[in-house]
């Protein structure tokens, strides 16, 4: 079955249905990762997206339900330029057509995607619309398309009710060495404004007491459960829409509880201590970004997620420095709080698929807190 994608501009790409066949108007934007398309299409940061995959073949190692970052898909759609009939992995559950097909996510292949890829690097990233009808007229989608803005997407992708995560022990023992180990259970309150499930699993595996709260936890309920640490996770959308989440981090921030925030987590502590963020004119999604500690001068190569950055000319020094800056566009992919136990980063730690250069982050994270109990 034919489909066509429509971008804001007017540009139509012809292509092949596959997934479920459903049209949809989403923000449009790619990733260069060659795996780990699986996580990509579960991670909530991606709520209110379409994800082209830069790489030519997606789908040949199938789908692994352990490998997924949330309990079902948080992508709109995905862009490709084939989709592998054919799954060749031991781990293989399914077939990503079918498992697209199962969680209702469009999907359309036979596109040119380094070639959309220069569009939205040209012009920006742009909204757009996945459809299976030929007769459709440019005329009346177009300003529907143009219309089209993610909202909602944190509350949307966030737990309803606080829990207490159990570590996937056949994940951790079978893939991932243990690469640091707390001396005692610290107990952290995880904020999820859309977390991929591996941040959890990350702070479980190195032994700490995990409780995950949703998006609109008060302040004053996290601080009354006295953690040894905060983790702000990363999320979909546009960080200063999260105007009430901001104002509860301007009370977490002050209460000098040892914070670590990754990603949205990143940019909402920003906007609570008086910087300001923006959008970027096409992200960094990703899977090869590197990055470099302001500290030791080491570059470490980083997966990435976002439309957003903090503006650099925004900080007050005396709240917060850089730690670390993307060595590509020399943004900022990082801040250390001057006076306090919080560190900040844009990219992933966690990463899965890869890489896992960054994981180190958890073990400062445990240090923070050991530190702050002396």
């Not at 034919?2 to 923000?27: C, H, P, Q, R």
């Not at 379409?50 to 199938?62: D, E, F, H, K, R």
């Not at 898909?73 to 498992?99: G, H, Q, T, W, Y």
């Not at 009354?224 to 999320?235: K, R």
Request: charged share 25%.
């Amino acid at each position: 079955m034919n489909a066509y994608l429509i971008l804001e501009d007017g540009t139509v790409l012809k292509g092949k249905s596959f997934g479920a066949v459903k049209e949809v108007i989403s923000e449009i934007v790619f990733n260069t990762s060659m795996t780990g398309y699986l996580e990509v299409l579960t991670d909530p940061s991606y709520a209110g997206q379409a994800v082209t995959m830069t790489y030519p073949l997606i789908g040949n190692y199938g789908v692994c339900k352990e490998d997924m970052e949330s309990k079902r898909p948080c992508c709109d759609a995905m862009i490709v330029r084939e989709v592998s009939r054919r799954a060749s992995n031991f781990r293989n559950d399914k077939s990503l057509i079918s498992f697209m097909e199962q969680n209702g996510i469009p999907g359309i292949e036979g596109i040119d995607t380094r070639a959309l890829t220069r569009i939205l690097r040209e012009k920006g990233t742009m909204n757009g619309m996945i459809t299976t009808n030929e007769n459709f007229n440019l005329d009346e989608v177009l300003p529907k398309i143009r219309e089209y803005c993610v909202t909602g997407v944190v509350k949307a992708t966030s737990c309803t009710k606080a829990y207490k995560p159990e570590l996937n022990e056949k994940t951790w023992n079978g893939i991932h060495p243990l690469p640091y180990r707390a001396e005692r259970p610290y107990k952290v309150a995880l904020m999820d404004f859309g977390a991929k499930d591996n941040i959890a699993q990350s702070l479980l595996k190195m032994g700490c007491d995990v409780t995950v709260y949703p998006q609109d936890t008060k302040a004053e309920t996290i601080l009354a459960e006295n953690p040894d640490g905060i983790m702000l996770s990363n999320g979909p959308g546009d960080p200063k829409e999260c105007v009430e989440i901001i104002e509860e981090l301007k009370k977490l921030y002050a209460s000098d509880v040892t914070i670590f925030a990754i990603c949205l987590g990143h940019q909402l502590m920003a906007l609570a201590t008086g910087a300001d963020t923006e959008k970027m004119r096409y992200g960094h999604r990703g899977a090869n970004h590197p990055v470099k500690d302001t500290k030791t001068g080491k570059v470490y190569i980083s997966t990435q997620n976002h439309g957003y950055v903090v503006k650099e000319d925004s900080l007050d020094k005396n709240v917060a420095v850089p730690a670390f800056y993307n060595v590509n566009d020399k943004t900022i992919e990082g801040l250390r709080y001057v006076g306090k136990n919080i560190l900040t980063v844009q990219f992933h730690p966690e990463a899965c698929a890869g890489p896992k250069d960054s994981e180190f982050l958890f073990g400062e994270f445990i240090d923070m807190m050991k530190m702050a109990q002396k």
